[in-house]
């Protein structure tokens, strides 16, 4: 069973715009202790933050591969 059910997980996200970072108020409502709250919250960060990196690097690449097309034309004088 992972250590924070979806249920968890969802009630965690509500009382977290409630209370904002009151780790120690969402804990009490979860029947948590205050580490494991806010240490979901700053391990909740981080796979953002490299999900965010990711997605920049794959943007970076695509980029850095684009193709340049030059359309060439001549002058008649």
């Not at 069973?1 to 997980?9: G, L, T």
């Not at 591969?65 to 034309?73: A, C, S, W």
Request: proline share 1%; glycine share 2%.
């Amino acid at each position: 069973m992972p250590y924070w059910s979806e249920y968890e997980n969802s009630q965690f996200f509500k009382l977290l715009s409630a209370y904002g970072k009151d780790f120690q108020q969402i804990a009490e409502c979860m029947n948590k202790s205050y580490t494991q709250v806010r240490s979901h919250f700053y391990n909740i960060q981080v796979k953002e933050s490299k999900a965010g990196k990711e997605e920049h690097k794959e943007y970076r690449s695509l980029q850095n591969n684009k193709q340049l097309h030059f359309i060439v034309f001549d002058y008649v004088q």
